[in-house]
């Protein structure tokens, strides 16, 4: 079972990246799929989660309107856009799936799968 995150990089203020998480070892169907994020000294939070069995979607206030969760089941990936990026928005992106009903704000510790990451930086 195996969790990838890809598409991080160095962006400038306003611009845009779309991360990947492609799943291996299981359905992401099954599953949701948040995405969370780790700045320096910080504690990881939820930006981002969608519920595959019914496509619902979930988002921190942070990057509501910015960000964009979306999935494809055919290809076990779930994919991040992200926006009018902000210096803010720098940190350490992963993915991570969990078998819950409600799986919106759930402890991170909860999540079953995790990917290592992929670092996001924008520059001012």
């Known amino acids: 079972v195996q969790l990838v995150e890809s598409g991080g990089g160095l962006v400038q203020v306003g611009g845009s990246l779309r991360l990947s998480c492609a799943a291996s070892?299981?359905?992401?169907?099954?599953?949701?799929v948040g995405w969370f994020r780790q700045a320096p000294g910080k504690e990881r939070e939820e930006i981002a989660c969608?519920?595959?069995?019914?496509?619902?979607?979930f988002y921190a206030d942070s990057v509501k309107g910015r960000f964009t969760i979306s999935s494809d089941i055919a290809l076990d990936a779930v994919y991040l856009q992200m926006d009018n990026l902000k210096p803010e928005d720098t940190a350490v992106y992963y993915c991570?799936?969990?078998?819950?009903?409600?799986?919106?704000?759930?402890?991170?510790?909860?999540?079953?799968?995790w990917g290592r990451g992929t670092q996001v930086t924008v520059s001012p």
């Open positions: 969608i519920r595959n069995s019914d496509g619902s979607r």
């Open positions: 070892g299981f359905e992401v169907d099954d599953y949701a």
């Open positions: 991570a799936a969990i078998n819950d009903p409600l799986p919106w704000g759930l402890p991170a510790a909860l999540h079953y799968y």
